[in-house]
């Protein structure tokens, strides 16, 4: 199954651009590339997910490398609440045949 | 109101004993999800139902088993609960059967066997 990698922790300045890489090198090409975060003491929240092309909602934007082998999440404006657990996750499925595949995660840490 | 509401929302017991957790969705969703959460906070899905019929059956002990009543509930029950099964126990719902996309979570239930 394909893995995914991701830096154990980040920091960030508050109102400051944030970049979350994933690395994914062995993503094959029906593989979703979702994000989710986990605030301290919560369940994982969705925030964004992509397939080829860079995306953006109102929570972030994902950048996805042409090769699709790492993607980053960008939070544009980092806040206290941004502080969390974020994860980045491969998902595939094809009728009954699915692959879920969970990262360690990066833990963000935005001082004020 | 809450969308996914899980009970209890801290369980603790004593190894051999048998406990359940319940969950609810209020979103309408189809399907229906339990994760474990462990001590190094790796989250690894268990179950997951998709009106009421069981779709994902991941690696895990006998002693763990699903019940879905109807699609807006999906339970967990695990027997003769051992020191290993100590974790959070997340339930969550999403929309499509095979979609992971925007699943919502409970606030999760932490189990503390002694």
């Known amino acids: 199954d394909a893995k995914t990698t991701q830096p154990n922790s980040m920091e960030s300045n508050e109102e400051e651009p944030v970049h979350l890489p994933c690395n994914h090198s062995?993503?094959?090409?029906?593989?979703?590339i979702h994000w989710y975060r986990q605030l301290p003491s919560q369940g994982p929240e969705y925030v964004i997910h992509?397939?080829?092309s860079n995306v953006n909602n109102r929570m972030a934007s994902l950048a996805i490398a042409e090769d699709r082998k790492s993607s980053t999440l960008i939070l544009h404006r980092a806040t206290l609440r941004d502080a969390a657990v974020y994860y980045c996750?491969?998902?595939?499925?094809?009728?009954?045949?699915?692959?879920?595949?969970f990262g360690k995660g990066t833990l963000l840490t935005v001082n004020p | 109101d809450t969308a996914v509401s899980q009970t209890p929302k801290y369980l603790v017991t004593q190894m051999g004993n048998d406990k359940s957790i319940k969950c609810e969705q209020n979103?309408?969703?189809?399907?229906m999800y339990w994760y474990k959460q462990d001590s190094k906070k790796f989250l690894k899905i268990m179950f997951s139902?998709?009106?009421?019929?069981?779709?994902i059956n991941e690696t895990v002990p006998n002693r763990f088993s699903p019940k879905s009543p109807d699609k807006a509930h999906l339970n967990l029950h695990i027997n003769s609960l051992e020191l290993g099964d100590s974790a959070v126990y997340f339930c969550?719902?999403?929309?499509?059967?095979?979609?992971?996309?925007?699943?919502?979570f409970g606030q999760g239930t932490r189990l503390t066997v002694v």
């Open positions: 979103l309408g969703h189809d399907t």
């Open positions: 992509g397939l080829t």
């Open positions: 062995t993503i094959s090409g029906t593989d979703y």
């Open positions: 139902y998709n009106n009421k019929e069981l779709i």
């Open positions: 996750i491969l998902y595939y499925s094809g009728g009954s045949n699915y692959k879920l595949t």
């Open positions: 969550a719902s999403s929309q499509d059967k095979w979609s992971f996309t925007e699943a919502f």
